[in-house]
């Protein structure tokens, strides 16, 4: 070991600055080597770490996000509690199948996977607190990890999730403290800690809980990272942003339903998509009573008619100037308010759901409205998943449809006599005509989403079953004109396949006058030649040394 002449030591950081201005240098070059050059254009927002496009195809408006990283192959040493930490393991009570999430194998791949920094320094939310390493600071993202275990999340997890984005890009996201990573690190922690509860018919409830979960860490201006405990993903926001994010969630919480559905109808649909829900209707039934139906249906009979109230105004000829002058500017001043409160009118959307409007208990009026709206929608989507080949979800909306239908018009759906229902019936009946068994192990799949569970049609399992390999020749003779199997051949370990094949001249279907000998052929004739035998096996088992292959 060399004697140490120095008491000091000189040390070299990257720059997470000059990173980003590279990157950003570089942007127009990324942008043409994609085929995107138009993104140059003044079209492009840059929020560091990351830049942000946008282009316009088919009326519709697509965002890119480029963001700038480097990969690092090894998993931080921070991040060693997150490994060892002790998961709870759930078992089902039907099937005896264990779940936990993330599994151990999915844990070990995290592991060797590493994770990625992105030129980004910590701000603090004062702007009196400079943060003098800005410049040399860099923030670890853990970009592949998530790619990797979110794969086994399975469809109700998803909903939540997706349903969980729809409301922060409805309510949250103009605050700018929450982020959609928040979201996603908390719906991890709440899969971590209960792996096996998660159904299609909870989806809701599960919702509720994730939203009262991230009241709970905006309350307390703190919320663990999901890879690194230690680390507060609140640190950077300023307080009273996170207040005001803390009460927009407090509001949803009160009255998710109309929340959601408002949310939900300012969604744009693809073309040929599924079925959209008419939010409106069902806010429709919803909000009103039983009282305000009779009132439709019968006219208002009740005796509160409204009644056009005539203010007697006072004769000009009887006012002074003063008088006269503020009625002229009361006139002028309620004009302007009319006009202001039409041109509001108008900017709201043709059907305005009130968020804030009471959601009240269920009479019967409403409840049978409320029934016969959800059992129409679910066979619409049943029908729709049928023809994207989509039969485990197919079925689940046939089964809430079929239930639904019994609570709106009775257990006997085989009853003979007219019913108001009976296009109904008729619809769910030629849904359950042609599933199969298949459908009900499909829909159990796509619903509790075990790694043992059978291979889904809908739902892509991350256990795919390997192509079997092909069978064994059996004694017979090749069909393959011109071969021959030869058995004479010892054989290696286990099972040797050999192969001969006699390549001879077949133009014009007759042999040369040479004695019947066939003629040869040239190198490359006889390779194209070669390449057109179809030996029974694939290039992949060609290369076992099981194999042996002699031409």
């Known amino acids: 070991m060399p004697e140490i002449t ?44 990351s830049m942000y496009s946008m282009e316009t195809v088919d009326n519709k408006s697509i965002f890119w996000k480029f963001t700038s990283s480097l990969e690092c192959g090894f998993f931080p040493q921070k991040c060693t509690p997150w490994v060892e930490r002790k998961r709870i393991v759930m078992r089902d009570k039907k099937t005896g199948l264990e779940y936990q999430w993330p599994s151990k194998e999915q844990i070990d791949a995290v592991k060797t996977i590493g994770f990625n920094i992105v030129p980004l320094g910590f701000v603090h939310p004062r702007k009196n607190h400079k943060n003098v390493f800005s410049s040399i600071e860099w923030e670890i993202k853990f970009f592949k990890a998530e790619n990797l275990i979110s794969r086994s999340l399975h469809y109700p997890k998803l909903k939540v999730y997706l349903l969980s984005l729809v409301l922060h890009k409805a309510y949250l996201e103009d605050i700018l403290a929450l982020r959609e990573e928040h979201l996603r690190y908390c719906l991890y922690e709440m899969i971590e800690r209960s792996p096996g509860e998660w159904t299609e018919e909870n989806v809701g409830e599960k919702l509720i809980q994730l939203l009262k979960k991230i009241l709970h860490y905006l309350k307390k201006q703190r919320m663990p990272h999901y890879f690194l405990p230690s680390c507060n993903m609140f640190a950077s926001i300023a307080n009273h942003k996170l207040q005001e994010s803390a009460e927009a969630v407090f509001r949803i919480t009160e009255n998710p339903v109309f929340y959601l559905l408002d949310a939900v109808q300012n969604l744009r649909y693809e073309a040929n998509f599924y079925p959209r829900l008419n939010a409106w209707e069902l806010y429709k039934i919803l909000s009103n009573s039983a009282k305000n139906k009779l009132n439709v249906m019968f006219g208002n009979q009740s005796g509160n008619k409204t009644r056009n109230v ?28 009319e006009q202001k409160k039409k041109l509001e009118m108008e900017k709201k959307p043709k059907h305005h759901i009130d968020k804030m409007t009471e959601l009240r208990r269920i009479d019967d009026w409403k409840k049978s409205d409320l029934l016969e709206f959800l059992v129409q929608h679910f066979i619409r989507m049943a029908e729709q998943s049928n023809v994207y080949r989509n039969h485990g979800q197919a079925f689940m909306y046939t089964q809430h449809a079929e239930n639904l239908l019994k609570l709106l018009s009775g257990p006997d759906l085989s009853d003979s006599d007219a019913s108001p229902f009976d296009g109904l019936k008729v619809s769910i009946f030629r849904l359950k005509e042609i599933q199969t068994d298949m459908n009900k192990k499909d829909y159990w799949n796509i619903s509790f989403g075990h790694p043992k569970l059978v291979h889904s049609n809908s739902f892509r399992s991350t256990d795919i079953p390997s192509i079997p390999l092909p069978s064994l020749p059996n004694s017979e003779s090749s069909p393959i004109p011109g071969t021959k199997r030869n058995d004479d051949i010892p054989t290696k370990r286990g099972t040797t396949l050999i192969s001969t094949a006699d390549v001879h001249h077949h133009q014009g279907e ?8 066939p003629q040869l052929l040239s190198l490359s004739s006889l390779q194209s030649a070669v390449d057109s035998i179809d030996l029974g096996y694939t290039p992949e088992e060609a290369d076992d040394e099981s194999i042996d292959i002699r031409l």
């Not at 990257?14 to 085929?35: D, N, R, V, W």
């Open 6 to 49: 120095s008491d000091r030591e000189t040390i070299k950081y990257l720059t997470s600055k000059g990173m980003m201005e590279y990157f950003m240098g570089q942007y127009p070059t990324i942008c043409e080597m994609i085929g995107k050059p138009e993104f140059t254009d003044g079209n492009t927002v840059t929020e560091q770490p």
């Open 510 to 517: 007759s042999l040369p006058a040479n004695g019947g000998q």
């Open 310 to 337: 005539v203010e007697d105004e006072p004769a000009w000829d009887s006012m002074d100037r003063y008088q006269v002058k503020m009625r002229e500017e009361y006139d002028k001043t309620r004009g302007q308010a």
